[in-house]
């Protein structure tokens, strides 16, 4: 007897078939920048595998199997940029599988309830959607206790779909429903291609078509919403803002101050400044994390004299290290915004990073560089606790153009506002809950070790720019890291590790500062939301049947009450009964001709 495909997965080898499906779709899956199609699919194995093992006696076993291939899969997609992560390599390797087991574990929790209490909602509406709210529910949780923030979470790049246009609107919650309502369909239709045996009869045709019938218009339902929305990636306009009218738009040249000395060594503050030097065209100018360390406040103050009396009109945002007062042991990353017109002191921006990675203490692979690197942050680092604020650069009129020309009286400048994020920062997914306006550019200094990493915290760095309606200047000092502009349709990667580069944006004019819907809803409303419509097909289902009772009740109460009128009776009296003048059973004749 010839045995078909389904009954090789489901019944012949279907431990071997899951585990190799798992490990190969986890090793493509899930790397430091996950794609959306490996996720999706990745997902819908894991829901079938789920849902085949949920009621049998091996489910502990077959469990254990699945964890152990996954995470596996997930060490492979990290290993390249982990292996130089800490100290020694096995060091990297325990930290790559202890993480990737741990974000397991949410994804077992979100199928585990998946199907206890899938079964238990009214509608298919409900069923389907059950297990996209609770993925999103359970990796909102990881990222708000995870000291790496969304780092890790199995969360797709913005490149790999069409669906970034709405991260605005619901954030990057929203992309992993649409993520886990893709798996969903997926898993569905590939369960009724395994379920498809030849010798397979359903107990109740009349009654099973029904259901799939039922089933089948869910679906349809969920398959159409999700392929409507990536309709408005294909029709809006993604070119970036023209910066060569300035009626509509604020000309801003914004630049990165990248030197690398060719012995390899750290780049010191004079050639920094030697960089900055060179860079007159700029509006402003960054720095990347710990450019420079600070022993002292008078120190820095000596360092933000000299960039003041930089022949350059620029505002540079200069990314630092200094050492605590009272602790020469321990280190804060500092950023301050210096411009020539500033008196000592006077820095436009001070912020200092809240986020650091307790590396060896917690053994996490991901970290950003300080000039010690055989220090790591959670010893050597004080976190703040200062939220970023929002600063307002008033750019006067260029050449060329008359003052009333530029801007209103009295003051005939155009306001910028700016805030500023620094590296692990970026992969928190509150760190701009707190900003009461809407920024143009946020600055973000940054130093990776590893192409992928640098890759990983670019794509945190513009969905945290695409969440606020804002675009981010992304400076990474690490030897291979990647530095661009983010956001404002503007995708690009301007450099791959030192070599100083500049760039000109445009600024919508005049700036509209309100924030975006997710940055006033927050990440809580959103999930509020979906749960609400998840629960939209219950109250709809419950509704509609209410509705029809009160409306089947209303009629015959109606019915009743016009009987009572004779001319109404006369009206709603069945007609009489025809007479069989033939006499011929079934034969009836029409008295009307």
Known sequence: MTVTL????????????????????????????????????????????????????????????????????????HWAAAANALSSAAQSLTAVIVLSAITYLFVVLSLYLDIRVKGRLATDWAQLTLFPALWVTSWSVASHISPIGRLLNWSPVSESHSYNWIVPFVGPVGIDWIVAAWAVVCSELAAQWLMGFEDHEPLDRHCGQSLLSRRSKGLLALVTILLALTIPSFTFNNLPIRADIPADATSLTVGCALPYPLDGSHPTLNDFISETSKMNAATIILWPESAVVFSSAKEREAAFSRIRELPVHAYVGVAFEEYVMGDPS????????????????????????????????????????????????????????????????????????????????????????????????????????????????????????????????????????????????????????????????????????????????????????????????????????????????????????????????????????????????????????????????????????
Not at 14 to 31: D, K, R, V
Request: charged share 20%; net charge positive; hydrophobic share 40%.
């Open 330 to 593: 321990r280190t804060k990353n500092g950023l301050a915004l210096v411009h020539k017109d500033q008196k000592p002191g006077d820095e436009v921006v001070q912020y200092y990073k809240r986020n650091l990675v307790p590396c060896k203490s917690g053994h996490l692979p991901y970290r950003c560089f300080s000039t010690k690197e055989t220090v790591t942050e959670s010893f050597s680092k004080v976190p703040s606790v200062d939220p970023p604020l929002i600063t307002r650069l008033l750019l006067h009129n260029p050449k060329g153009m008359t003052k009333p020309e530029w801007a209103p009286a009295p003051n005939f400048t155009r306001p910028i506002p700016i805030t500023s994020s620094i590296c692990l920062d970026f992969a928190s997914p509150s760190g701009f809950t707190d900003l009461t306006s809407r920024p143009a550019l946020v600055l973000g200094p940054a130093r990776t070790w590893d192409t992928n990493v640098g890759l990983a915290m670019w794509e945190q760095a513009k969905t945290r720019a695409s969440e606020i309606g804002s675009m981010v200047l992304w400076c990474d000092g690490g030897v291979t890291g990647v530095s661009g502009v983010g956001g404002g349709k503007i995708h690009e990667i301007m450099q791959v590790g030192g070599g100083t580069w500049m760039r000109t944006i445009g600024v919508p004019y005049p700036f509209d500062e309100e924030r975006t819907l997710y940055g006033k809803a927050g990440e809580f409303s959103v999930i509020v939301f979906l749960m609400a419509l998840m629960g939209g097909g219950v109250a709809g289902n419950h509704l509609l049947v209410e509705v029809s009772r009160g409306a089947f009740a209303a009629l015959k109460g109606g019915r009743v009450a016009l009987r009572k009128i004779p001319f109404v009776r006369r009206m709603i009296a069945p007609p009489p009964v025809e007479v069989d003048l033939l006499g011929v059973p079934g034969e009836r004749q029409n008295l009307l001709g």
């Open 6 to 77: 389904q009954a090789f997965i489901l019944t012949e080898h279907p431990t071997l078939c899951f585990a190799i499906a798992e490990l190969a779709l986890a090793s493509l899956a899930l790397g430091p920048s996950p794609r959306f199609i490996p996720l999706v699919l990745l997902l819908s194995v894991l829901r079938i595998h789920g849902q085949r093992i949920a009621f049998l006696h091996t489910r502990g076993r077959e469990l254990l199997c699945s964890w152990l291939f996954i995470t596996a899969g997930s060490s492979l997609a």
